[in-house]
């Protein structure tokens, strides 16, 4: 069998699989009931699935693609694809419920600080990774004390998570990205008078976002 085709067998239920958890996770559990597809109950039953579930389901896959045609079908291609559906999962909780969940962020956090040794793309190593992910914490925990809601604890466990997985000084490219990125959309709402300097919004996937461009362009 063709290794594509195998891989759309096998990466298919991963989107099933994260469609599950964003819809767990917020009802306090930590993996859902049941595995099913939004395409298949939409195409074959006509039962109307909302958006977000036709987008993650087929979304997952095509990032492990994205990953294993960057990287190859190798443990670098799989890290990284393991990465990026984290940040995937972590964009649509965040978004839908405004919670960045330690259910995913602190299995992820452990995954990738274990990894980073047996990682030798890693700008700066271990070390480097480690470090910048403690850092990245420590900065934007401090961001979430002052800011008083402007940003959550759960952007800081997301930032030590890309700080681990991009290493240093790529980690601070990511960081930085996220960060012009939501700036650039603040600077949007407010000159098109849609909000203020008080608005709040999810900060998560613009984050999430740095992490995935500089996890792809690296």
Known sequence: MPFWTL????????????????????ARRVLPHRLRSAWIAWIRFGRRPRARE????????????????????SPRGILCALYLTTLALVVVTDLEHRRIYDAVMLPAIALAALAAPVSPWLEGGA?????????????FFGLAVLSRGGIGGGDATLAAFIGLI????QGLRALS?????AGAFSLGLLLSRRGT???AFPYGPFLAL???????GS
């Open 210 to 216: 740095g992490g995935t461009l500089a996890l792809l």
């Open 7 to 26: 891989f759309w067998i096998l990466a298919w239920p991963l989107g099933m699989l994260a469609n599950g958890l964003a819809d767990a996770l917020p």
């Open 54 to 73: 036709l987008a993650l389901e087929a979304g997952v896959p095509l990032l492990w693609a994205l990953a294993l045609g960057r990287f190859g079908p």
């Open 166 to 169: 991009t290493g240093f000084p």
């Open 177 to 181: 990205w996220g960060v012009l990125l």
């Open 197 to 199: 300097l008080k608005t």
């Open 127 to 139: 070390i480097g990774a480690w470090g910048m992910g403690v850092g990245a914490f420590i900065f």
